[in-house]
């Protein structure tokens, strides 16, 4: 294929990503009250299930209410004409891009598959749905543990005569901020696998910098989180299990290569071995 040919493929697959991105973000458009009362404003709700899991855990244990959670009381408001109806527009698309993720995914797996060689697709199988799986169970890690306990930090954290009264925009924006980026950033075990097969990273590198990335991630979830220890905990040690997970995966892909680096030094010496009987 020529340049414009590849070109020509690549808006194909594009345009039935958007179409896709589309679909949905269209059937939450029409459903907004739903999407915002349900999904948006849940972790403001005392329903919330995280709340209730934490409260049914605490008695379970014999504690009584002792760590139940009840969410801060706060209202919601708007400074600007337009507001609602752009948030609504926002939240509908970002909820587009999460439902539409795997098959955004499918078609850019599509599109890059047939510059593989056989051996290279049948070394990445499955890498659709693991990627999908740890993209969408980011989005729930952020969504379930992050937000609720971020949110409701934030809202009650205030000073005497100040009353905590944040828009809708921010609101939204800080929704958006604890589970999108979380959704990403699960594809850590991803990115060490293809970066092991490409030979720049291995377990002695990882090992080495363990320290240096706990710091790093840290760092990393004081910025997508509020300033509170207890946020910073519940982000820091499923970044730092994703990390233990791709120092797993690098050493697979590791001790594969080295099996096959065998199997190619034993082949080549049986062939040298029959020229030299030959000779």
Request: hydrophobic share 50%.
């Amino acid at each position: 294929m020529s340049f414009f040919d590849h070109i020509n493929e690549l808006r194909k697959h594009i345009m039935r990503a958007a179409l896709a991105i589309t679909v949905i973000a269209v059937v939450c458009f029409l459903n907004k009250d739903f999407v915002f009362n349900t999904i948006i404003f849940g972790p403001r709700s005392p329903d919330f299930p995280t709340f209730k899991v934490l409260c049914s855990f605490s008695h379970a244990i014999g504690m009584g209410d002792a760590i139940c959670f009840v969410p801060a009381n706060f209202q919601l408001i708007t400074r600007e004409f337009g507001e609602v109806i752009m948030q609504v527009l926002y939240v509908s698309f970002w909820l587009g891009v999460i439902g539409a993720f795997p098959f955004i995914f499918w078609e850019f797996w599509r599109f890059i598959s047939p510059g593989l060689h056989e051996e290279e697709r049948k070394s990445v199988r499955g890498v659709v749905a693991i990627c999908s799986a740890l993209f969408l169970l980011g989005v729930l890690f952020g969504y379930y543990v992050i937000a609720p306990f971020s949110i409701n930090f934030l809202a009650g954290y205030t000073l005497e005569g100040v009353e905590v009264a944040p828009t809708l925009d921010s609101y939204v924006t800080y929704i958006t901020m604890f589970t999108i980026p979380t959704g990403f950033i699960f594809q850590m075990p991803i990115a060490a696998y293809f970066f092991a097969r490409m030979g720049v990273i291995g377990t002695a590198f990882l090992k080495k910098f363990r320290r240096h990335a706990i710091v790093l991630i840290l760092i990393l979830a004081a910025i997508i989180t509020p300033p509170d220890v207890i946020s910073q905990t519940l982000v820091a040690i499923p970044l730092y299990m994703l990390y233990e997970i791709s120092i797993i995966v690098v050493a697979r892909v590791q001790r594969k290569r080295e099996k096959a680096l065998k199997s190619d030094d034993t082949r080549v010496r049986k062939v040298e071995d029959d020229d030299d009987t030959v000779a």
